[in-house]
């Protein structure tokens, strides 16, 4: 098979109609309707989200230091849409960054949603605003798709794949070169979370790459962390 019409199961998903952001902080100009303060928006304990003040922390887990809340997944709502079997079917992905130097930390936290502790951040660093996660859903994808055509000429499209918010499927990174992308897409790598720019971020790509013997054995400690800016 060519290796650009092999088909990636994906998870997809998109985002909420509303944005928020910390009661504490003076509405910018460029916010629209859609932003609102934290204060004024229904957040179930442990729901999907990106970025943000509230965070639904497992009771005694601390706030990592010098880091931001980037995202929590209530693995309940994407276990029914994973085809490769790979995610835990049950508790919490809580992702915390600081994207400057792409670090992060993954706390993996298998308990029910009753027992997390709300926590109320508020900055005005990267992820201050926050967005919850909408629809879930399963799609494929293939390489071929990274390519446009003009004047009959295909080429390799850096952009194509930023607009997508998913788990697994090919790795998007607009600063690396097409073999630099294959190379991780046919490695033992896997896209555990990729946040586009459709409805989530405005220009760049929150990325965690995790390996797939790691996941197995649901070891989080050594995921790589990338932000890439469009």
């Known amino acids: 098979m060519n290796n650009k019409n092999q088909k990636f199961e994906i998870i997809r998903f998109t985002p909420d109609d509303k ?10 100009s460029y916010m629209g ?19 943000g003040c509230v965070i639904d922390l497992p009771k005694k887990v601390k706030h990592p230091q010098n880091m931001r809340f980037a ?3 209530d693995l309940a709502e994407f276990a029914p849409f994973d ?4 995610l835990p079917k049950t508790g919490q992905l809580i992702f915390f960054s600081q994207i400057l130097e792409d670090t992060g930390k993954v706390i993996y936290a298998d308990v029910p949603n009753s027992e997390l ?6 900055h005005e660093d990267n992820f201050y605003d926050g967005v919850l996660i909408d629809k ?4 494929t994808e293939t390489l071929a798709e990274r390519y446009a055509e003009e004047d009959g000429e295909k080429f390799w499209d850096y952009f194509e794949g930023s607009e997508k918010s998913k788990i697994f499927g090919i790795y998007t990174n607009c600063q690396m070169q097409e073999e630099e992308i294959e190379e991780v897409v046919f490695s033992n790598k896997v896209v555990l979370l990729q946040v586009g720019e459709g409805g989530f971020n405005d220009e760049g790509v929150f990325s965690v ?22």
């Open 117 to 122: 502790e709300r926590q109320i951040v508020e």
């Open 71 to 73: 995202a929590q997944l």
């Open 136 to 139: 879930i859903f399963t799609e």
């Open 33 to 51: 309707d859609e932003y609102v303060k934290h204060t004024k928006i229904k957040i179930p304990l442990g729901k999907s989200r990106y970025g």
């Open 83 to 86: 085809k490769t079997g790979l």
């Open 19 to 28: 944005r928020y952001y910390p009661a504490s902080m003076r509405k910018r």
């Open 209 to 230: 790459l995790i390996n797939k013997d790691d996941l197995k054995k649901r070891n989080f400690d050594n995921c790589e962390f990338i932000w890439a800016q469009s």
